[in-house]
């Protein structure tokens, strides 16, 4: 797994033990904190290192001597053709032109894996996302949370975790009572009977015809004129699975698929809620007692009332938090704790929520209890990406979103209108904290400012390049695997060499992109490198002698559609993190 700033990394080492090795550095430096990364500045060189900033104290050096000391060391490497120090100590440097054939080479070789890391070194990851309750069909406003989640996991993956996709669901609060309720209602409506409009409250959407005659062609009239203590269990048990196969069939045609799948009953039944009480009761982190009134609130009428609380203040938490409510049920945010424990139990160390911004607050809430129950297992963590909204346009005009009015886009209707890959880069296109404005139009225009076109028009053209080789020299072998045998000597123009090192730098921006959580960083790198072969293959229009084809020149082609397979090969596995498929043609 080729990665040119740890090669670099693993070299400026080398010559750092070698000064320790000569007495010229004390030994047992630690070396876990120097860095070789492009420098802020790109005129200053293709990569420079801090290794003199950060271990001049432990050599007792000044941090410009021994910047200087290293550039004068890596001036005789031949793969180096320049180094400079700049500032209090900053090492940059600019390497052999030839050095850059080898990224070339390193791309076709390892294709669509390239920029594969081992950086996560298998850690066990959870990421949950998606997590909507079975009461509808996905709508538009569960596809960014679900694209995120999705992009987040195969960038982790990519970066060597082993990662657990998972989708939690409330199937045991007030929304499923009230589906249950609006089953039974429409279950009477498709047995013959005039129930009239849906009462306020119940969920409209027409969706449920679809649940109730499927439980009709299951049961027939089995639960009319039976008592509710009868016919609840057995009626919200078939909408909830009917709703959670269209819900997975939903994600199914944009390509998300989850490994596991949780819910809060299950963890009822089988005393995984108890056990987590009760671990937390058995660390003496559960008393009675009260809480102040809420801050910020003028209350006249409030009584402290005793509650079953848990010490969340003795793991950094604000105040402790009550775990059931006055009459004794489990508060609110109980299952969730039952439901994080489960995970630990599982093994996972590193736990993910993909959550939507109006769950900001939730990691505060849930992480001393994570704390508490980790116990000795100090490095399990939990971390939450919030999403904002997206807000939808079509024909000109604002698109609500509404579960209970039934007046909703679904999640197929968005994807068979724009296409599965057009929803899926789209939804990468900001961060996810900001909100995202989704136009029906201008997701399918092709011009530059759509970044979806912009980005597969690209790898197009480097396929349309491949087609037109293939005219100019009937028989001409372009795999990879030939390509890399290819003089790439030959790519050696600024214009070539440029598109070279933005590509070397796939590595370390799927690196940095897993180690933030940014999975949009490759949304843009994307269209970055886009924006960079397309300005390249203009100045060919000017510049007969950048064309990637040359009739005369058989090497150069070959050279040049080396280079050209390199930018393909990497838009591709861009692509790949993100779910969409590249296309290879594209037409107006």
């Known amino acids: 797994m080729s990665n040119i700033f740890h090669a670099y990394k693993l070299k400026v080492d080398d010559i750092l033990g070698t000064m320790a090795a000569n007495g010229d550095l004390p030994k047992d430096l630690d070396m876990s904190r120097v860095k070789v990364e492009p420098p802020k500045e790109a005129a200053h060189g293709d990569m420079a290192t801090n290794a003199a900033m950060v271990l001049s104290k432990a050599a007792g050096k000044n941090p410009r001597q021994l910047g200087e000391a290293l550039a004068e060391k890596m001036k005789k490497m031949p793969e180096i053709k320049e180094v400079s120090v700049a500032g209090p100590g900053f090492v940059n440097f600019r390497l052999a032109d030839s050095e850059w054939g ?20 298998g850690e066990k990851v959870n990421i949950e996302y998606v997590s909507a309750n079975p009461t509808g069909p996905m709508h538009a406003g569960h596809v960014r949370g679900a694209v995120i989640g999705d992009t987040l996991a195969n960038l982790l993956q990519k970066a060597g975790y082993d990662v657990t996709k998972e989708y939690y669901f409330n199937d045991a609060g007030n929304q499923i009572e009230v589906l249950t309720q609006t089953a039974y209602l429409r279950y009477r409506e498709a047995l013959g009977e005039n129930i009239g409009a849906i009462p306020e409250g119940l969920y409209p959407g027409e969706y449920m015809k679809d649940v109730v005659n499927a439980l009709v062609a299951r049961d027939g009239k089995k639960w009319l004129g039976v008592p509710e203590s009868v016919w609840a269990k057995p009626v919200r048990e078939f909408a909830v699975d009917y709703i959670m196969k269209m819900i997975r069939d939903d994600l199914d045609i944009i390509g998300i698929h989850h490994e596991v799948f949780s819910n809060e009953r299950v963890m009822i039944e089988d005393g995984t809620l108890e056990k987590s009480f009760n671990t937390l009761m058995e660390k003496g982190l559960i008393y009675q007692g009260t809480l ?158 759509n970044p979806v076109f912009y980005v597969q028009y690209a790898h197009a053209r480097c396929c349309s390049v491949f087609r037109k080789a293939k005219e100019m020299f009937p028989g001409l072998d372009t795999s990879p695997g030939a390509l ?52 390249f293959y203009h100045k060919g229009n000017d510049n007969v002698s950048l064309r990637f084809l040359q009739e005369n020149d058989k090497e150069l082609s070959l050279a040049r559609l080396a280079l050209v397979e390199a930018v393909r090969t990497v838009i591709a596995s861009g692509l790949a993190v993100m779910g969409v498929t590249p296309v290879e043609e594209m037409h107006g």
Not at 102 to 121: F, P, Q, T, V
Not at 379 to 407: Q, T
Not at 426 to 446: A, G, H, I, W, Y
Not at 500 to 526: K, Q
């Open 292 to 449: 102040p009134p809420p801050k910020g609130k003028e209350m006249e009428d409030w009584q402290p009332v005793e509650l079953t609380l848990f010490r969340s203040s003795n793991f950094g938490d604000s105040s402790d938090r009550p775990l059931k409510k006055r009459d004794g049920t489990w508060a609110y945010i109980m299952p969730d704790i039952a439901y994080h424990y489960n995970k630990i139990q599982r093994g996972f160390k590193w736990m993910i929520n993909v959550l939507g911004k109006d769950h900001q607050g939730y990691e505060e809430k849930i992480r001393p209890a994570i704390a508490a129950l980790a116990g000795d297992k100090k490095d399990v963590r939990l971390n939450v990406v919030y999403c904002a909204m997206v807000k939808l346009f079509k024909n000109g005009e604002p698109v609500k979103l509404s579960k209970r009015s039934g007046n909703l886009i679904t999640l197929r209707e968005l994807v068979e209108e724009v296409g599965a890959g057009v929803v899926r880069f789209f939804m990468m296109t900001r961060t996810p904290d900001s909100e995202l404005d989704f136009d029906f139009t201008k997701v399918v225009e092709q011009s530059k400012d």
């Open 484 to 535: 890399a045998k290819a003089n790439i000597a030959r790519i050696n123009t600024p214009e070539e060499l440029q598109l070279v090192r933005f590509m070397a730098n796939w590595p370390r921006a799927i690196e940095a992109a897993a180690a933030e959580h940014e999975p949009h960083r490759v949304a843009f790198y994307l269209y970055d490198l886009a924006s960079e072969f397309h300005a």
């Open 102 to 121: 080898g990224a070339i080479r390193n791309i076709l070789i390892e294709g669509i894996h390239y920029g594969d890391s081992k950086m996560g070194r």
